[in-house]
Nanobody, 126 residues
Framework: EIQLVESGGGSVQAGGALRLSCAAP????????MAWFRQAPGKEREWIAT????????NVANSLQGRFTTSRDNDNNQLTLSMNNLTPEDSGIYYCAADHGGACYSRRKSADFRYWGQGTQVTVSS
């Protein structure tokens, strides 16, 4: 069974920064398609970014470009989400997701990914 484990969530004041990590022990990380999503209370899950194993630049949601970025460490099976200038609207549960096979870079839907972490809470106070 593939397990993804997020960490790094917490509480921060508006304008602050957080870095989330996603570990994927035992998973074929190097060739996988990885992504970040988030979900605020009462809202649908929102796509943040997708990173491909063959394209260096991640695909980041237009609304989050300039504040959010993701990177991957294939040697250590780890995905990172760096978030800057956070606002209360960024609060929610953040998930990493993974899949393999087929095209990757354009994947933006929850249904595009079979494997999910349990999520980590991010709370931004004003």
């Amino acid at each position: 069974e593939i397990q993804l484990v997020e960490s790094g969530g917490g509480s921060v004041q508006a304008g602050g920064a957080l870095r989330l990590s996603c570990a994927a022990p035992g998973y074929t990380f190097r060739t996988s398609c990885m992504a970040w999503f988030r979900q605020a209370p009462g809202k649908e899950r929102e796509w943040i970014a997708t990173t491909s194993s063959i394209i260096a630049t991640p695909n980041v949601a237009n609304s989050l470009q300039g504040r959010f970025t993701t990177s991957r460490d294939n040697d250590n099976n780890q995905l990172t989400l760096s978030m800057n200038n956070l606002t209360p609207e960024d609060s929610g549960i953040y998930y990493c997701a993974a899949d393999h096979g087929g095209a990757c870079y354009s994947r933006r839907k929850s249904a595009d990914f079979r494997y999910w972490g349990q999520g980590t809470q991010v709370t931004v106070s004003s």
